[in-house]
């Protein structure tokens, strides 16, 4: 199984590192692990929508090379004002683009996900208690991600591990708890349902890639 992994963290040593390390520590030794860190790519945000295409930086490529040959994804990240960082949202501005990760349709509402054959998990952490992020927010961030991102794309399924409260000494009470979790997850990815790969976005990516060469 390809497994990549995100870090969507601004900086580095931080939580999401540290809990990406223990899901890597729970694959079995016949994975391929690609990880990444967000913060390390060099890319320009969106300067506009998708009617007009902005070409892919060359490690942006290099990420969507990776995404297209992996079996399962796995993105850490701060849940900040009840979404991910910016500089994560960025990113999936410009990688998940039309041609690569779907097609809407020219005649009806409804659209084709290019990147199904593939599963996710989500681990998020935060300080906000994950009672209350049920109750009183109805898990909007995985959510989103699950059905409007990720989903979106034909990724599925969409795990979410939501982990906090981070402050007032959350981490050192339940570092180890958490690591078991996603220890058990990363053991548990291979056995997923996951559809048949398409190669749609392969074929983008090799288009994308000849006329990055070229400039």
């Not at 060359?58 to 979404?83: K, N, Q, S, T, Y």
């Not at 994950?130 to 409007?148: E, H, S, V």
């Amino acid at each position: 199984m390809r497994v990549l992994m995100i870090d969507g963290h601004p900086d580095a040593g931080r939580l999401s590192q540290t809990l990406l390390e223990s899901y890597a520590a729970g694959l079995g030794a016949d994975c391929v692990i690609t990880t990444i860190a967000v913060r390390d790519l060099e890319f320009a945000d969106a300067k506009w929508g998708f009617a007009r295409p902005q070409p892919w930086e060359r490690d942006l490529v290099r990420v969507a090379e990776a995404l297209a040959a992996c079996d399962h994804l796995v993105i850490a990240f701060p849940m900040w004002w009840g979404a991910e960082p910016a500089i994560l949202k960025a990113f999936i501005d410009r990688l998940l683009m039309p041609g690569f990760a779907f097609n809407q349709h020219k005649d009806d509402p409804w659209w084709d996900g290019h990147l199904k054959g593939r599963s996710a998990d989500l681990i998020v952490t935060m300080d906000t208690p994950r009672l209350f992020l049920k109750l009183a927010y109805g898990n909007a961030i995985w959510r989103r991600w699950k059905g409007q991102v990720l989903g979106y794309c034909g990724i599925r399924p969409v795990r979410f591990f939501p982990l906090g409260p981070v402050r007032q000494g959350g981490v050192e009470r339940n570092l180890a708890k958490w690591r078991r979790t996603l220890v058990a997850a990363a053991g548990s990815a291979a056995s997923l349902t996951r559809g048949s790969k398409t190669d749609i976005a392969d074929a983008y990516i090799h288009k994308i890639a000849g006329e990055t060469n070229r400039e």
